[in-house]
């Protein structure tokens, strides 16, 4: 395996979502892990595009085969990270992100201990505040959810291995993009890349 695999977590409103697709568009040579899920499709929502929509049987299916590398249950629908795809993708020296909350995270870390995990935390509560509500697409009583809901996202905030704040756009773009350059350089990876350069530097010392 010789490609990155970064996790990226973040609570409602801290522009986790921009921020990925900003890194996706820069760093040509990754792709965003589409997760499987058996609620129905909404409004815009396309096949393999959003989301891999697949029925109740084949989810369960999928996780008595231990093909999820995780998964989980939310609002009785499930949602899961196949694993096949992405180890396909990392063998093939690609980069994946995975855009998921801090239970997943977890949940892959233990699977895949040499992903990097990155959670995003916005500059300041009122500036969460103002985000969510910036949106005028929910409601005040989802808002004040989404508001709680993300208290309890940012304490898991410190068993991620890097936390990015995105208070200036840019600035968090380039602090990603140098997670993702110094993921790279990793010395168990970079030998794996360049191990016939190394063997070549020993040979004619």
């Known amino acids: ?50 989301y891999h929509f697949v029925s109740r049987a084949e989810f369960d299916a999928s996780v008595g085969a231990d093909a999820f590398l995780e998964h989980a249950e939310v609002h009785g629908n499930g949602y899961g990270t196949a694993r096949a795809p992405i180890m396909a993708a990392l063998d093939a020296g690609r980069g994946v992100i995975l855009e998921i909350d801090w239970q997943g995270a977890r949940q892959v870390r233990a699977r895949m201990p040499e992903a990097a995990s990155v959670f995003i935390l916005p500059p300041s509560r009122a500036e969460l505040e103002r985000r969510l509500r910036a949106r005028a ?49 990793r ?8 191990a016939d350069l190394l063997h070549e530097l020993l040979e004619s010392a």
Do not use: C, W
Request: glycine content about 6%.
């Open 1 to 50: 395996m010789s490609g990155v695999l970064l996790i990226v977590a973040a609570p409602s409103g801290a522009g986790k979502s921009t921020l990925v697709n900003a890194l996706l568009a820069r760093e040509t040579d990754m792709q965003l892990s589409i997760s499987h899920t058996t609620r129905a499709p909404r409004p815009g929502e396309g096949e393999g595009r959003h």
């Open 137 to 185: 697409t929910d409601s005040a009583d989802i808002i004040a959810r989404r508001l709680a809901g993300s208290r309890e996202e940012m304490l898991h905030a410190t068993e991620f291995d890097y936390l990015v704040v995105n208070d200036r756009f840019e600035q968090a773009l380039d602090d990603l993009r140098a997670i993702v350059r110094a993921e790279r350089l």
């Open 187 to 194: 010395s168990l990876r970079a030998r794996r890349l360049h």
